[in-house]
């Protein structure tokens, strides 16, 4: 009876005790995808080319809205805010699948993990936003 869905790891010795030879089913040398530190493959794939094109996009509308002359709006603030909000959430992204940190972090569902950042982020931003407006105070000298 199985009691759900389990991690199963196998590993592969390249010891000379085998039938089939030293280093057999390895493929080619440097073919192991698990090698180093940082995945050399991970910067050239579509979903990496997307999140620097996000930062970039990012970066260009936080660097237009922050020098504009007319900064002093609240909306100008609110989009600041968000725009950098993102281009950290997405350099993070970036980072853990760069270095393949989401390996050792299995008790995250990856996929699902932007779109819980996003939702989150969005509450948070309404609730501090209802709250911003609800407590704005008005002057009571009104001129007749």
């Known amino acids: 009876m199985s009691h759900g869905a ?76 968000v725009t950098i909000c993102n281009l950290i959430m997405i350099l993070a992204f970036y980072l853990v699948h760069l270095f393949r940190l989401y390996r050792t972090l299995t008790c995250i569902s990856w996929p699902l993990s932007i779109f819980g950042f996003v939702a989150t982020f969005l509450c948070l931003a309404s609730v501090w936003l209802s709250y911003k407006i609800s407590c704005v105070t008005q002057s009571t000298d009104a001129a007749v």
């Open 6 to 81: 389990g991690l199963v790891r196998t590993t592969c010795t390249s010891s000379g005790g085998s039938a089939f030879g030293a280093g057999a089913g390895a493929g080619p040398r440097g073919a192991n995808a698990s090698e180093g530190l940082v995945d050399p493959v991970y910067p050239r794939t579509q979903g990496a080319l997307l999140k620097v094109a996000q930062m970039v996009t990012l970066l260009i509308a936080f660097i237009c809205v922050r020098s504009s002359p007319l900064t002093g709006y609240s909306a100008y603030r609110y989009f600041e805010v």
